[in-house]
């Protein structure tokens, strides 16, 4: 195995695939920071090039998985300073993130997003070359009823949410589950249109996109706008502290090696995702934490967990990609599609037939994550002052990007519609106090719980024992009751000794 | 401002001289063609485009400078048939990437009222050949042995492919069941999944019993020994696939698969049309296609103009016939 990692080295560091690493992890933070261009629609944007220059498969997959992970660790710093997610995996990073950067901690907050990503990215690696085999059977074990009962567990992510604003958080969840039911019925005869309401256009469902960069990134500019109407004019926040003590990544390591594994087992499934992923590393965190975190309210461990977790969930979805050639997430998915067409058979002889594939892009990923590493922490100096950058130049700039960003996917005038009427919702969650991130999580879960339910029953006949007949299915039972129960009980116990 | 009104001046003349420019005039190659594909980058569609025919035309040197390749997604290719016969009816520069999926949804009436005669069918050059997979250590030998399974008992036999239910892959499966004389065909479990990889880890795990779909999706498992061809509905054995038997000598003629090719608009003239159908027979005909064709697990399939419009309209009619026994459209 090390003959193949070496050789995987000598791959990865080739005059070529050096260069690409780099423009891959930097076009990656860029995109990631960037809300509305997500590493989906850069890959698909850059495809034609790299077909035209006809890289080598290998070369084409450490360039496109540059970009990937590039992008999870870019993905927060939007969050952060302008509490609009660079992609929906970094949404729950806003929870925390934003409230320590309107205390004037921004800078301790994006450090620590640079070094949980680093952490989470570079251990997730090492978990990719020794467990790539067996936890590709993992992938094959997973149905439709074990990822029914998954979803069900990333659900319970919603009781992380404080008592008082509980009920807004399901209300806000449940809105998401609404509107991931708009579309054609894929698994009805004929495909049911389910409110679409005569529009030929939703007929597609709604993009995950328009929606977060509706509700996040409009709503925040109409925020602005009347705040500013009502002259409420934004202070500037000053920078109190930039640089992260030891103490305080000490105090965050434990969570973020939980989190790493955590979102490494959950991107490893194909059909979960890097979303789920930074939900569940982020529930855990809070739920341990107990009533001593300032969870919600601006904690750097609620920073540090969805990041280390998206990212070695990034890592994690290669597995099923180079060993099963079955694609874990839609950005897999699109660079799947692209080594197909590089002439690349998907499947189990992926491993055998391309061995630089898999171990030339582990090798890559080990000097990606340096570069990304050396390249965010001195910037975060720089980027904590976008945050004295006048509001007025901001704002714009913001409207621009989502504009864009949402154009790009389909080039659809609707969804820019659609994105204005979801910003308009944003816009009223925000005043009246509905938190934003239960949307994100309704909006993923709910193809994917829906989808997997009526699979599972489909393959029963309708017998609900299905979903606790297997080992797999019985164990995410335990943790979501854990979840749910072991906070009352602490809560219990406690009240019992006062 | 003088100078201005000049350069505007020259710039749309410049531009009304290209675009008066007869393209078709004899021997003169078209310039500025376009391919549109009907989804987003990396998949079927977007190959056809990019690989036949903005590579290859341009290096056989049948059209003039470069080919430009637009990805339209949307409704399963519906946004860009309907952009092609409301804006685009009569430019002859354009062609668009269709396959079996076109057809198939163009008979069940999911592109609204569009239809084959909306636009000219150019011609295919590549056939990914339907198949039917079990697992490695399914009971099923032989297509038989399935189909008497989904006769007496369906319930213990799932399938699954990557369309929707009553979208292709299903319908390949239909083909077999209503070939073996299996006259409820709504009594076959069909569970669809997002794509060919996905649907096959459910044949190799054995929670489904068999998987409908095309060859290029399962040569990686095969090679791989995880799972078994029980048929290939083509002609003639496929060679990617050893010595997997045909539907057809097993006693069940089905024929089924997803072709690659183009249509046109349908208001363009005669010339420009036989333009792209012998643009698209130099391409079909060449070794360079040969070469890219079988490395994407495409099989040798041909057919051009008037009997590839044929072949289309037979293929519409059979898909709508069968979406009508299962009530999916009336």
């Known amino acids: 195995m090390f003959e193949l990692l070496l050789n995987g080295f000598s791959v990865a560091l080739s005059g070529l695939n050096i260069v690409l690493v780099f423009i891959g992890c930097f076009l990656g933070t860029v995109i990631g920071m960037l809300p509305g261009i997500g590493p989906i629609n850069a890959i698909a944007i850059l495809f034609p090039i790299v077909l035209q220059f006809e890289l080598p498969p290998s070369s084409a997959l450490i360039f496109f998985g540059g970009i990937f992970y590039g992008s999870q660790y870019g993905n927060s710093i939007s969050s952060i300073l302008l509490n609009v997610p660079g992609t929906s995996s970094a949404a729950v990073t806003c929870i925390d993130g934003n409230p320590l950067a309107k205390q004037g901690k921004a800078g301790p907050a994006l450090a620590m997003s640079a070094v949980a990503s680093f952490s989470g990215g570079t251990l997730s690696i090492f978990m990719l070359i020794f467990f790539a085999p067996y936890l590709s059977k993992l992938a094959i074990d997973f149905g439709p009823a074990e990822y029914f009962v998954l979803m069900v567990c990333a659900f319970t992510a919603l009781t992380g949410f404080s008592q008082g604003s509980f009920i807004k958080a399901m209300f806000s969840a449940f809105l998401g589950l609404a509107i991931a039911t708009v579309g054609i019925d894929e698994l009805s005869f004929g495909g049911m249109r389910r409110f679409t309401f005569g529009i030929r256009e939703l007929g597609d469902g709604i993009d995950f996109i328009v929606v977060v960069i509706g509700v996040f990134a409009v709503g925040e500019l109409m925020l602005f706008l009347s705040d500013f109407a009502s002259d409420k004019s934004q202070k500037i926040v000053p920078l109190n502290k930039v640089l992260l003590s030891f103490k305080e990544i000490k105090e965050s390591a434990a969570g973020i090696l939980r989190s790493c594994v955590t979102g490494f087992l959950v991107g490893v499934l194909p059909g979960a995702g890097a979303t789920i992923a930074s939900f569940l590393a982020y529930n855990t965190e809070k739920k341990l934490a107990g009533s001593k975190g300032k969870f919600g309210r601006g904690d750097l461990r609620g920073v540090a967990a969805p990041e280390s977790a998206n990212n070695s969930s990034a890592v994690g979805s290669f597995i099923p990609l180079l060993v099963l050639g079955v694609p874990g997430s839609e950005t897999t998915a699109v660079m799947l599609a692209a080594l197909i067409t590089l002439g690349v058979t998907p499947g189990p002889t992926m491993l055998v037939d391309q061995p630089d594939m898999f171990w030339g892009v582990a090798a890559s990923m080990f000097l990606g994550n340096l570069v990304l590493i050396i390249l965010n922490l001195p910037m975060v100096r720089v980027l904590a002052k976008i945050l004295l950058v006048p509001r007025w130049i901001l704002m714009p700039l913001i409207a621009m990007l989502s504009i864009v960003g949402v154009y790009v996917i389909n080039g659809s005038e609707f969804d820019l519609i659609l994105m204005l009427i979801f910003g308009v919702v944003g816009f009223i969650m925000r005043k009246t106090g509905f938190p934003l991130a239960p949307l994100v999580l309704g909006l993923v879960l709910g193809g994917l719980i829906e989808v997997n339910f009526r699979r599972a029953l489909t393959y029963s006949y309708g017998d609900y024992s299905t979903f606790y007949e297997s080992p797999i299915s019985i164990g995410l039972w335990v943790i979501t009751f854990a979840s749910l129960l072991v906070p009352l009980i602490f809560r219990f116990i406690k009240k019992q000794r006062q | ?330």
């Open chain 2, 1 to 330: 401002m003088k100078k201005l009104s000049v350069c505007v001046f020259i710039v749309f003349s410049m531009i009304s001289f290209v675009m008066i420019t007869p393209t078709w005039s004899g021997q003169k190659k078209p310039s500025g063609c376009e391919c549109l594909a009907p989804a987003g980058a990396g998949g079927g569609w977007d190959f056809t485009c990019r690989v036949p025919a903005a590579q290859l035309m341009q290096k056989l040197d049948l059209i003039d400078g470069a080919m430009k390749v637009v990805n339209m997604s949307g409704s399963g290719g519906g946004k860009a048939f309907a952009h092609v016969v409301t804006s685009r009816n009569t430019d002859e520069s354009l062609i668009v990437a269709a396959s079996a999926a076109t057809a198939t949804r163009l008979a069940q009436k999911v592109y609204g009222d569009y239809k084959a005669d909306d636009v000219r069918w150019v011609g295919a050059l590549g056939m990914d050949y339907g198949v039917v997979v079990v697992g490695k250590d399914a009971p099923y030998k032989t297509l038989d042995d399935l189909v008497n399974q989904l006769k007496s008992d369906p319930r213990k036999a799932p399938i699954v492919g990557a369309s929707s239910v009553g979208g292709w892959d299903h319908i390949k499966m239909l083909l077999v069941a209503k070939e073996a004389g299996i006259k409820n065909l709504r009594s076959i479990n069909y569970i669809p999944f997002d794509n060919g990889g996905k649907a096959l880890l459910e044949v190799v795990s054995g929670r489904a019993a068999a998987f409908t779909g095309d060859t290029s999706e399962i040569i990686g498992q095969l090679n791989a020994g995880e799972v078994r061809v029980l048929a290939v509905l083509s002609d003639n054995p496929v060679p990617a696939l050893g010595d997997a038997k045909t539907a057809k000598s097993q006693g069940y003629n089905v024929i089924g698969g997803n072709w690659r090719a183009f249509y046109a608009p349908a208001g363009i003239s005669d010339d420009a049309y036989g333009f792209w159908v012998s643009a698209v027979k130099a391409v079909a005909g060449s070794p360079e296609w040969t070469e890219l064709r079988e490395k994407n697990g495409l099989a040798e399939f041909t057919s051009f103009g008037k009997d590839f419009d044929t072949f289309v309209r037979k293929q519409i009619e059979n898909v709508a016939s069968i979406s009508r026994e299962l009530n999916i459209i009336k």
